[in-house]
């Protein structure tokens, strides 16, 4: 299980880099072409999309490193960065993936039998 929550993790984070890349990259286009407010609206929270662009893939690749030697520390913080990035940029067709993916890894990594070693 912790193998897998590992490969969840790096494959979910990665994803999610992608969407948080093309997020951060949508808010900073808005914000360029703003002399044209009818191209484009801004999102409602500019600086929580650009936070949950950086954090949350960072805490996925991260939980899904260390899941295998320390798999408590790893699952919470896959499990943060799935609910990290629901929040910050919902659920749909983009993101089913990446939030499915990192959650499921952080459940597989809590859920690993032997402890962890100290």
């Known amino acids: ?24 990259g949508y808010t900073e286009l808005v914000d360029a072409l703003r002399d044209y407010p009818q191209m484009f609206d801004q999102v409602d929270n500019v600086e ?19 899941s ?14 799935a609910v990290g990035m629901y929040w910050g940029f919902g659920f749909n067709a983009f993101t089913m993936f990446p939030v499915a993916m990192v959650g499921l890894g952080g459940v597989l990594a809590l859920a690993a039998r032997r402890p962890d070693a100290h």
């Open 1 to 24: 299980m912790r193998n897998a929550a590992l490969m969840l993790g790096i494959i979910g984070g990665i994803i999610g880099m992608i969407v948080g890349f093309f997020s951060y």
């Open 48 to 66: 929580r999309i650009r936070a949950i662009s950086l954090i949350a893939p960072i805490l996925a690749i991260a939980g899904g490193a260390m």
């Open 68 to 81: 295998r030697s320390q798999a408590l520390l790893g699952g919470v913080l896959m499990i943060l960065s």
